[in-house]
């Protein structure tokens, strides 16, 4: 089993929609929780980071954290074109730890 | 603030070469990290330095891969013989010590293609 998981889509919706990104995981240690985005041929970079449980909003995006069902969510409000990439979710057990799990990465296209 | 530099961006070579990559992090970040993404997956972690010293690198293929970051700042990744398998992207991040794993910063990688 994989220590974390992401269903790699594709997914595609029109503009406008609401996205739902979603991980599971099975290290219980893992205490950090990133989304990054990543454009064709272009390197990751950060979008959302959060710490244990809860909710952490940022302009369109919203990331939640259940770790009681090891779940993590990325939602994307209002879905625009240049919101169309792969998205990937990565974990870690503690800040200065600085091995990242990545899941596969979603791809996410927006149509027009 | 200048980003992290990789080259070459694209390299072809047949199995049993040897290929090395390139990596000039973001000035001042201490900590530098070689990950390689297969298509569809996403990016393994390498190795990880800690200025010159090499911090983690328990999931890197030591009978075939090498890498040093000499003085600290640059650093380069050697695949010696190549095989198959390693066709990926290769992606360099860095980060400043202390601020925890979220602050990695990732060139734009190095797709190599062995045939």
């Known amino acids: 089993q994989k220590e974390v998981e992401q269903d790699p889509g594709p997914l595609s919706v029109p503009e406008g929609a609401i996205v739902s990104l979603n991980c599971t995981y099975s290290?219980?240690?893992?205490?950090?929780f990133m989304w990054y985005r990543q454009y064709s041929r272009k390197g990751p970079e950060l979008l959302m980071y959060?710490?244990?449980?809860g909710n952490k909003e940022d302009g369109r995006f919203t990331a939640q954290v259940d770790k009681s069902s090891k779940y993590i969510s990325l939602f994307i409000r209002d879905s625009q074109p240049s919101d169309s990439a792969t998205y990937l979710c990565?974990?870690?057990?503690?800040?200065?730890?600085?091995?990242?799990?990545f899941g596969t990465g979603t791809r996410l296209t927006v149509i027009p | 603030e200048a980003g992290v530099a990789q080259s070459p961006r694209y390299k072809i070579i047949e199995k049993r070469q040897s290929v090395a990559f390139w990596c000039n992090p973001i000035?001042?970040?201490?900590?530098l990290y070689w990950y390689q993404q297969i298509l569809g997956q996403g990016p393994k972690l390498l190795i990880q330095f800690q200025n010159n010293g090499v911090v983690d690198d328990s999931q890197l293929p030591k009978d075939r891969f090498s890498a040093e970051r000499l003085k600290g700042v640059d650093s380069t990744l050697k695949i010696q013989p190549a095989k198959l398998e390693d066709s990926a992207v290769y992606l360099c991040a860095s980060s400043i010590p202390g601020t925890g794993t979220y602050q990695q910063y990732f060139g734009p990688g190095t797709r190599l293609t062995v045939t």
């Open positions: 290290n219980s240690a893992f205490q950090y």
């Open positions: 959060t710490y244990s449980s």
């Open positions: 990565a974990m870690s057990r503690e800040t200065g730890a600085n091995n990242l799990f």
């Open positions: 000035s001042g970040h201490a900590t």
